[in-house]
């Protein structure tokens, strides 16, 4: 079974001090994807949820350290997200990426040529690829899942 | 000869007209063989009759055109579900071949005798050659398009192992029982190739264990092809191009038959002993009617056995004499005549096997047969395991110790699971190197190389195996030097003992040949970024092309017109593919100083500054904008193609200078939309309350504005030389804001431009387009940039560079020039003055705004200052032109300062 | 018909010396035809050439063949037009054939930006009577009907530079007849000698190191590819030059259909078929920079994709083999040939991609340099001084693959 949803992502970036970034206060209904060690995402459940964790951010860091960056990002990136049991084996098809057994992981690396950021979470996948690309990656979804007899179900938001 | 049915009957395919049944067990070989064919292809060089050797899918023998597809290995492939076969080579017909009095003119074409004839008269080789191309080739290049949909699929298994035979199986079996998550591979259906006995049935038990563990794998007609960096192991089977990433490598690819050399080693009915066992053993097929073997290794007694049980039983033969050593005839039938301590040293026929001599004791006897099948030791398959490097892979089996027997290589294949590190291959039970017979005998059965070819090539002085096999393209053919890479290393070293020009030559990749298509799959279709305003230009019919990995629109039907919207009235344009970054930190200033020619530090809060990238040679990398925005920190922009490169030049110049900046690229999150045109102003004030006169947004200035309920970063730009304003916007809104902008604009008859407009319009204003008026090593003083320069700050990138070349003469500059007459040169017209050829136009249009052509070129003038007149020749004719200096258009610029 | 039976010796074997009028670091095809002009031009036959592998194991052995002379400066557009001309006759000058054959070589544009850039080619190949010309697409079909014009139904062929004399060769046979041209006439080529160092006398080379000792010369010169830096670090030189690796692939021999020689810079592949019948495939250089000679599936893949776009025909043929050389890069992309601030010391480098198809000019400017210890004009503007000179000769477009 599979099924593959396109929708816009939330995501917050942020940019400060290793300390810093290690310091940011827990934010409700956000995983947080540590790219590197001075830059955080933020990635929220539902667009609101960014805009509210953006501010959040912001005010946090006015206070700890004023030389930060939070930048709103939701516009940058597409989210797909693969559920079912075979996701993990669509994504294989897409990616070099090896996917951890321990869920949920977050990972970095080249989906369907371009860079994307991976949340592997238990039963689904989702993935963020730059949003300039979500044609090109949602034809090459549509590409591997192709004569697939399983019921793949692809929605594009 | 062939009389057994097919075992089940069922599927048939076409071969040349003819109608050739097959069962659920044939190969096409072996369904041909069955139906009486015994020419199966033509030799290269020499179109020599070729039949069934091997029956491993490692000699050139079977080689023919499937479905339309060239070389394909007929002795692996299984018969079902193809539907027509026809042999490669052969003129007019493989049966019937006229190109086989090439033997007879053998004497003719010793080693390289390319090399040394046709040299003149000189018109004679291009006729040659025109006839070489006629007849060269394995197989016509297939005439059907292919539209192969295969995909890729990546695997990240522990332990790969490639080969599903005793010991590859029993590799695999130890790892997944130490709890390794395994994937094996086999080129063929486990155990197909062996006949029904206890090997077989071992590897029964072997698979159906290995089998049982849940973090198991089998992929089966699944070929490993290459052992790349990583590891990487790319795997083809039907379904998909398999990358699998293993940890370690348990390479059990097994070993060949050793290929012998004496004359008539090639004649149809000279058999590998593999390849016969296998025809009777499991094809049901007798090799032929009377029978000689050949072997001195307990495996070939094997063979004989199976052979003698099978051709005899079916009554289609038997097996007449055994040449043996005498410690095995022991091991011969009774009935069978035993020939001990004898050597096969020719065999003979005209066409096809009919007597060998054997040469023992002294004596020679000829033998009437009409197959001879060898086993006279093993040659390691390696070429997988020799192109692995630092991998951590392991051979186990007859690839590592050839010849091992069955125990042993299930032994070798359960101790690679606890190796931690490769041990040398124990010295195998394998007798010394080949031994390379008389002068005739062909070595390499896919180039029709001889023994004597090699020695002339040793006398001529080609004497090391990598000169010897290019100047005799031995191993070069389709085998890979499956069968003959033994015997060169061995006339090398035998010549040359221990020197390096006996060194094995490069295993290089692939290790069994590939379709492209195949290696090509999942790579088809290449990345194209699309801006946020993508479905809108395509909606509204826009000519979309790429510029660079985007997808962009050239116009949207009509440049004039789009043209004169700009000029005259007020146009959009979608902007979004700039490379755009946010830059802040403690140390942003720092670094935006050093990389930017231009002063930064002295920006006050909504101002921006054009500048340039330039690389530490001094020469441009690009060009975009600097812009201070209200807490301090920076918005930056690159053009669209410098947007990836420009991000590594802002990273790794803060890594090298150790500073603390943060960067975040906006590229996509953040589009960008330019309004320009003289009614800009009354455009955006349709839209937005907030104020956008030369007080509030002074050229050089941006601010944040509501633009029809969008908040937008609202940058005064210069390219196109009209009053422009790039609305920096959040991508989910452009839609609503080009909408917005687009009924608004219909009051002053508003059109979208696009890349062909650009071109012009900003050609009229002398900008120059990075990449296509500049090379890679030009100066911004050579194009009239100095202004963007500031020598007078200590340190940037390119200054010490730019130092030294304020001191040399110019001798080349880009110069603007007019032409006068009823057209525009070509972009890339050549530039004469004076009669000397002086350089060339890059860019190129005809002004609507001056009536006449303008173009910008690259002028050599070494002697001093540049000519004033130009005559540029392009593929028409040629125009005439005068420099002229600074922009065509507007040169005060008063009209884009408004 | 004497040549063709006889078995004359082309490459004998010698004992190294311990002093030479002049030494050649690097048996691949610029040593070896350094060293033959200047044994036959020159007289100078007092030479030894030292490979440390077999001759043409680097670069000249692992190209792809193609020669041309449609370059984009008028510097090496008579460069190479003059070693163009000297492959013409290459073979019956050195009595060894080179297997030359005309194709006509097309440059494709797949975009306006490349079909300006082409016909700037052919415009600026005509002022130096070099035969190319702009072709449209309707043009380009019939030139060579194999091709898909669409590519793929992704980048649209819009027309291409067509040089008409541009075509393929042996590739070692250049190498072997250099090398027999030059032992007959007294030259020495050794192989399996590595320099392991150099020797200087008060700032001046006077000759080379080798496990077997030392050998004094009156002139040394580095006709090394990729590894000329590790040559050059032995004087102390610092050169402006960068190793990459170049890939390459061969498919299995089938009946020739394709005469042309076919390049893409968009598609950054080029694409011959042999008269064997073997399909031969390169691409542009790996980003980045290495010594290593081992193949990636990365190019195998990419590569076959674009070569199925231009091709469909291809798509079910076989890959039978894949190389990897390296390619010694200069900033300019052009070589890198003359004097070097050492006395003594000559550099014959910066081939990059460029370097097959130079071979014969290569070699012969050097041995007049090296003799008459004058630069030649034809390579005047491709010394070591010209990058601190701001007098780069600009190839960047032109030498991109090969």
Redesign the interface.
Known sequence: MLSIERA?AAVV?C???PQALDTLPVQPGTHRCRVAP?ELLLVAATPELAGVTERRATEHFAAAEP???V???????CAFTLRGDEAD?VF?????V?LPARRPAFLQGAVA??SAKIMACDGYIELFV???????VA??LQ??C??RTDGAALRLA | MATAEPRSAGASFEFEGRTIPSGADDTIASALFRAGVRTFSRS?KYHRRRSLYCLSGDCPNCLMTVD????VRTCVTPAASVRRVARGAGWPSADRDALSILWRLR??M?VG????????P?WL??IA?RV???I????????E??E??K??????PDVLVIGGGIAGLAAALAAADGGERVLLVDEGAIGERIAPGALRDRIGVLRDAFARHASASILERATAF?I??GP?V?VIDAD?LH?V?PARIVVATGAVERHAVFPGNDLPGVWLGRGASRLAGVHGLSPGRAIVVATNTAEGLLHLDVLHRNVTRQGGGAVVAAVVPASLASGVPAGIEVIADGTVVEASGSGALRSVVVEAAGRRRTLRCDALVLSLGLEPRDGLLRQA?FEAVLGAGDVARPGCSAEEAEDDGRRTAGAAVPEPAAASSQSSAPQLGSAEGFVCLCEDVAVEEFE?AW??????T??LK??STVT?G?C?GALCHAHLKAFVRQRSPG???GSPT?A???AR?????D??????????????L?ERHVASGALM??AGT?KRPSNYGDVAQEYRAVRERVSVMDVSTLGKY?V???DATALLEHIYPCHVGDLKPWRSRYTLLLNE?GYLLDDGMVCKLGDG?YYVTFTSSGGDGAESWLRDWTDERGL?V??????????AINVAGPRARELLSRLSSDACDAQAIPYGGLREMVVAGVNCLVIRVAFVGELSFELHH???QSEALWDSLLDAGREFDMLPHGLDALKLLRLEKGHILI??DT???T?PSKVGLDFAVKMSKPDFVGRTALE??AK?PR?RSLLPMTFAGARAP?????LFADGA?VG?VTSSRWSPALDCGVALGWVRHPDGAPPSRVMA???IGHTEGVVTKGPFYDPKGERLRA | ?P???????????RTLASHYDVIVIGGGGHGLATAYYLAKDHGVRNVAVLER?????GGT?RNTTVLRANYKT?ETIKFYKASFDLYRTL??EL???T????RGLLWMA??E?QA?????????NQ?YDVDTV?LNAAEVHEVCPQLDMSC?G??PIWGAAYHLPGGII?H??VV??YATAASRLGVQVH??VPVTGMVMEKGRCTGVRTPSGVISAGAVVSAVGGYVTQITDMVGLKIPIITHPLQAFV???????LDRVVASADLHIYVSQS???EMLVGAEIDPYTSYST????TF???T??R???LF????????????TGICDMT??YSPLLGPTPIDGFYLSTGWGTWGFKAIPIGGKAMAELVATKRVPEIIAPLGLDRF?????V?E?ASAGTH
């Open positions: 816009h970036a940019f400060a001090s001075d030389d930060a960056l930048i709103d990002q939701s516009d940058g990136w084996n294989a098809q897409l990616s070099t090896p040529g371009g730059p949003s300039t690309l979500r044609h090109h034809s090459r590409d591997v192709r004569g | 290269f339309g597809e060239p070389a004497w003719l010793p005798f390319y090399y040394k004839s046709m040299i003149r000189r080789f291009p050659e070489i191309r006629r060269a080739g394995l197989g016509p290049v297939p005439r398009p292919s192969s949909a995909e890729r699929l990546n695997h990240h290459g790349f960096e990487l790319p998909f990358l990433h490097e002339h006398d001529e002085g080609y004497r090391s990598e000169l290019r100047y070069m389709a890979q020197s390096w020009t490069r290089r990749p692939p040949t590939v379709r492209l298509e290696l090509a799959a999942g790579a088809r279709v290449p990345l194209e970024h699309h801006t946020s993508h092309d790429w985007w946010r802040a930190g403690p040679a920190s603390t943060h960067i975040a690229n906006v590229t996509a999150s953040r589009s959040a991508s989910r990449g296509q090379d890679f090593d100066t030294r070349i040399l001798e070509e972009e890339g017209a050549q050829h060339n020749r392009d593929t | 018909m040549g063709l039976l006889s078995r004359d010796v082309h490459l004998p074997e592998s077999y001759i043409g194991s052995g008028p073979s019956a009595d060894y054939h297997l030359r054959s005309e797949h975009s930006a300006n850039s082409q016909r700037e080619r052919a415009l600026q002022v702009y793929g992704r980048r042996r070692d046979a072997w007849g192989q399996g498919t299995q021999s089938y009946q020739p259909v008269a064997r019948g081992r193949s990636t599936f195998a893949a990419s076959a994709a070569a199925i776009d469909p025909f291809m798509a079910k043929l076989r890959l039978l083999r894949q190389w900033p300019d601190a000179l701001d007098r780069c600009s960047r």
